[in-house]
């Protein structure tokens, strides 16, 4: 949808400025935070990888995938033997890393925390990949390898029930996008249809928990045209899903949404009205939870902002939200590239 004439969205270009002014001071520690052994520190590299991923895709710009696809490369070149790490539980051969401060050992969690990002990037890379420069197809070959069989396969072996399904609405939803992405990636028809299986289930029938994450939604509190969701399956009371972890849900959310995977417009809609009514807040204070209640910092610069690509009023209203990184910008260039708004101020 073009942007409404009375709507002034600020362009790409702007955003592109925004973001190079200041991204470019986090790349030493992007690159430390690859070359890790210890997987908690993928956790904080997953915001690089999507911004990166982001200014690609808002721009087509090959300088931010390749910055992506470099520290993923780091990810992947720190990466050992199951068997050969100490401190591992699961002792097999895949590929993987260990957190000292998760006991020792591999945590599905952290991997799929920046994977739902790195898959991404792939399905971004994807339709121009036959002509792309021959380091680009390179490490998109390289990288959709590893991912296939140390992340999807690897998870699904030792246990989907366990480390794909998980307890929480936001871990499962980073697991959703991997298999989403991954989906439309592989050239093997089994894998293909294994992770249609686990998106399905993941969206309408957990095999583990009697919900899945459209049985969590509910009428907004208290906008009854809002969503409200818990995090914990099949919990229908308290305050709900927090903001923050929230955001993993409207992140997996809009790319399912964008790859026509299944979430309608008015599904999304419904997120955008939890955001504009509930969750934006008028800073300095910001709702913890998706109801409107509590405070918290603000951040939603791993989600809900994203929902600003579908309509240019919350677009303009998200131009003046108070915390803002470039993480942010990133996104709001995604938006803006979406709506329309590519040149000018």
């Not at 068997?83 to 260990?98: E, H, I, Q, R, Y």
């Not at 929480?168 to 991997?178: K, N, P, Y």
């Not at 939870?289 to 677009?315: C, E, M, S």
Request: charged share 20%.
């Amino acid at each position: 949808m073009p942007p409404s004439q009375s709507v002034r969205l600020l362009s790409v270009k702007y955003w592109r400025g925004v973001f190079d002014a200041g991204a470019s001071a986090s790349h030493a520690e992007s690159e430390r935070l690859s070359q890790s052994r210890d997987s908690s520190d993928f956790y904080p590299l997953a915001y690089s990888i999507d911004e990166l991923a982001g200014m690609f895709e808002a721009t087509g710009d090959l300088r931010y995938a390749r910055r992506a696809l470099r520290y993923t490369g780091n990810m992947i070149g720190s990466a050992r033997p199951s068997a050969s790490l100490p401190t591992s539980t699961f002792k097999d051969a895949f590929l993987g890393w260990v957190s000292p401060g998760g006991g020792g050992d591999e945590i599905p969690l952290y991997e799929s925390y920046v994977w739902r990002y790195v898959t991404r990037l792939l399905r971004l890379l994807r339709p121009g990949i036959r002509s792309a420069p021959h380091d680009v197809r390179a490490d998109y070959t390289r990288i959709l390898a590893f991912t296939e069989t140390n992340i999807v396969d690897k998870w699904r072996v030792r246990g989907a029930d366990a480390h794909i399904y998980r307890s929480r609405t936001h871990m499962a939803a980073h697991w959703a996008s991997i298999a989403l992405d991954v989906s439309m990636l592989t050239a093997d028809a089994a894998r293909r249809a294994a992770c249609a299986e686990i998106v399905r289930n993941i969206d309408d029938h957990l095999p583990n928990h009697r919900s899945s994450l459209r049985q969590q939604l509910r009428p907004g509190r208290p906008d009854p045209a809002a969503y409200w969701w818990s995090d914990v399956w099949g919990e229908t009371g308290g305050h709900g899903q927090d903001v923050g972890h929230g955001n993993g849900v409207i992140a997996y959310v809009v790319e399912a949404r964008d790859t026509n995977a299944g979430w309608s417009a008015r599904e999304v809609a419904r997120f955008a009205r939890t955001l504009t009514h509930l969750v934006a807040g008028s800073g300095p204070r910001y709702p913890m939870y998706v109801d409107g209640t509590g405070v918290d910092n603000g951040w939603i610069a791993d989600g809900f902002v994203k929902l600003g690509r579908y309509d240019p009023a919350l677009q303009a209203k998200l131009q003046t939200y108070g915390v803002q990184n470039s993480q942010f910008h990133a996104a709001m260039a995604v938006n803006a590239a979406r709506l329309g708004a590519r040149g000018g101020g």
